[in-house]
């Protein structure tokens, strides 16, 4: 895990980061103290909550990775892409009103922004953001335009009576997807009693609230009549989903590969799990709600419940951290293939070890104890 708390200080030995090395190799931004272009979104960062510092996300692109994908994008061009995007830095307070408007904006935003100094090259990456590779101190941010938002969300901001969360899930409900929904809470647009939340924060927030709704409606839906095995994979992330009859259950367990991005020499293994209720944030952190979400999404469509075990192994071909929605989006595409056919339970253990790499999965699992000791309904 020393990858995860070094971010390319060092703190390994090496006298250069690899990850920081290829980052530093796509950078392509001359420094500049004024930019003119396109501003699709926002970004508040979390040092220093409550007193934070964010501003827009300045890049000739978009800001959805699902835009990305459709593009037939592949991880370099992507990192290239992010390696570019300038973060405007300030104190929220005296920006607050164009942050918001382009948080709002259905789509990117022009805008004129001035820096106090050259923007500096100085990655940030995580396990939930996607990377971004420039910064500049603001001294001013004007707006060139103001598109529409969409009538939804028009509805749900001008709602100061409405919740957080049930904003967030009649968003989703209407057809808005959580990389809309997400600028909208991070910008304190949401809510009773709204306030500027971290981005990181605000994704794994949105991906909780609205798939932990899913989640009790789901509940009360009829199981499925037979186990499914849904797989597919993403800039090296091979991700399996076993769906059970029976009532809601959810659990995911995740590997790193030996020497992949958040692993040493040797793996690392992480799992959680809930029924109706989850306590504590959980240890996968923000890719659990993700694909939690994904899952979800799935049987509310399907108007089904099941027991769900989700798993991830991560090889070194994912070199760069692209943020949880990688995880969102494979376990999307896994969701939306038809399910391999699997005669029972345990040849779907067996399966989903042989298509992830990962044939230990099983010992890292409680709920497959739990399955198999327990008979229910539909075994008699």
């Not at 009829?222 to 091979?238: A, K, M, T, V, W």
């Amino acid at each position: 895990m020393l990858c995860a708390v070094c971010k390319g200080k060092g703190l390994c030995g090496l006298s250069r980061c690899p990850i920081m090395e290829r980052f530093h190799s796509m950078v392509s931004t001359r420094p500049i103290t004024a930019y003119e272009g396109m501003a699709p979104s926002v970004f508040i960062g979390s040092s220093g909550y409550p007193s934070v510092t964010g501003g827009p996300l300045l890049v000739h692109d978009t800001d959805i990775p699902t835009d990305w994908l459709s593009r037939g994008l592949g991880i370099e061009d992507i990192v290239r892409l992010r390696s570019e995007t300038i973060r405007g830095v300030s104190k929220v307070a005296p920006y607050l009103g164009p942050i918001q408007e382009i948080a709002l904006a259905s789509k990117p935003v022009t805008v004129e922004a001035s820096f106090d100094r050259p923007i500096r090259f100085s990655p940030e990456f995580d396990r939930v953001t996607a990377p971004v590779g420039c910064s500049g101190n603001m001294t001013s941010l004007d707006l060139l335009d103001h598109p529409p938002t969409e009538r939804a969300i028009d509805k749900a901001v001008s709602d100061t009576d409405l919740p957080a969360v049930e904003a967030c899930v009649d968003l989703h409900r209407s057809g808005i997807d959580v990389y809309r929904i997400t600028p909208l809470f991070t910008a304190g647009l949401l809510g009773r009693k709204r306030k500027i939340v971290p981005t990181r924060w605000a994704i794994t927030a949105v991906d909780d609230s609205v798939s932990a709704v899913h989640k009790r409606a789901v509940s009360r839906f009829s199981p499925i009549q037979e186990i499914r095995l849904h797989y597919s994979e993403l800039f090296g992330n091979r991700i399996a989903v076993i769906l059970i009859p029976g009532d809601w259950r959810y659990e995911m367990i995740e590997r790193w590969e030996p020497r992949s991005l958040w692993a040493g020499e040797t793996e690392t293994v992480a799992r959680d799990g809930e029924s109706l209720k989850k306590t504590g944030y959980s240890p996968i952190t923000g890719a659990y709600y993700s694909a939690r979400l994904a899952v979800t999404e799935h049987l509310m469509r399907a108007g089904r419940c099941a027991r769900v075990i989700v798993v991830r192994n991560v090889e070194p071909s994912y070199w760069a951290p692209l943020g949880t929605w990688v995880v969102r989006e494979a376990a999307r595409r896994a969701m939306g293939e038809v399910p391999i056919s699997v005669p029972s339970f345990e040849d779907a253990i067996q399966k989903a070890g042989s298509l992830t790499g990962f044939p230990g999965w099983v010992s890292h699992s409680r709920l497959v104890s739990e399955i198999r000791c327990q008979k229910t309904l539909f075994e008699f």
